[in-house]
């Protein structure tokens, strides 16, 4: 009678399957590692990639990529290639089958890992929506980037670097930075013609000052200005002329071309000190 009850229960429990576990759908404000999850609206996506101009050569990052929404624009609106960094497992299977469901496996990823031990040192576009003190801890990481490297966030600033453009959308903003090149200290230029003179920066993220000397004295630099890794500034020599230079910076080394007002121009290249 017991062996006949096991089997009657073994075939009634093939008659009714399991019931499919059920989906995981991600709750606007759910915990994260860091922040909630608070998805981004599709306008203040789009604004953020055309902000950096993002394009078909680009590898984009985006840090906190929940449920993938970034990501999959850049690849689908923009043709870039993307990759998204997202801390909760269950989320970055999501976000991941999100990219499936898009067509866009061929240009993006999401990848479950923590932003701040992953390696996004190649990326050229890097997005975000987190909170000001990550951005300020992420900050030593993005300055360290290729000077050019596009950065954007949603609602947060990186306190005293100030941004190179804010946009508004409906109450919402997005910020812009370009990583700028290290150019602090001083450097010696030359030019074609073997003039050579000594320069000094002074540097505060993107903002620049300087000194050139001429001779016995310490000229001020005029107009000095640096985005990404190019540069521009001017300088009045001791016979009255203002001589503009305009150049790219790479590593230890710049290079360009500069005019001057009494029709002299040609090459320079500086090496810092």
């Known amino acids: 009678m017991v062996r006949f009850f096991l089997v009657f229960a073994a075939t009634l429990a093939l008659s009714f399957p399991v019931a499919a576990q059920k989906a995981y759908e991600p709750q606007v404000g759910q915990a994260g590692k860091d922040v909630i999850w608070v998805p981004t609206p599709d306008e203040v996506v789009e604004r953020m990639l055309r902000m950096a101009q993002t394009g078909p050569n680009d590898l984009v990052y985006d840090l906190g990529a929940g449920d993938g929404k970034i990501a999959i624009a850049a690849a689908k609106k923009f043709g870039a290639r993307a990759v998204g960094v997202e801390y909760n497992p269950d989320m970055a299977k999501h976000a991941q089958g999100n990219v499936e469901k898009a067509g866009v496996t061929g240009r993006a990823r999401i990848v479950q890992g923590d932003i701040f031990a992953t390696d996004f040192s190649q990326a050229t576009v890097v997005t975000m929506y987190l909170l000001p003190a990550l951005n300020l ?7 360290a980037m290729r ?3 596009r950065v954007v966030s949603h609602s947060f600033t990186m306190e005293d670097w100030e941004a190179d453009e804010i946009s508004s959308m409906d109450g ?16 010696t230029l ?12 002074e540097q505060r993220f993107q903002k620049i000052d300087g000194t050139v000397g001429l001779g016995h004295t310490q000229g001020g630099l005029r107009g000095a200005r640096l985005s990404g890794f190019n540069i ?10 203002k001589r503009d230079y305009i150049g790219r910076v790479t590593g230890g080394r710049m290079e360009g071309s500069f005019r001057a007002d009494n029709g002299t121009e040609g090459r320079w290249t500086a090496t810092k000190k």
């Open 137 to 143: 801890k992420l900050r030593p990481t993005l300055l």
């Open 147 to 149: 000077p050019g490297t």
């Open 172 to 187: 919402r903003r997005a910020y812009f930075w370009l990583v700028p090149a290290n150019v602090n200290g001083g450097w």
């Open 190 to 201: 030359e030019t074609a013609g073997n003039e050579k003179v000594e320069l000094s920066f």
């Open 232 to 241: 521009s500034f001017a300088w009045v020599d001791n016979n009255g002329v």
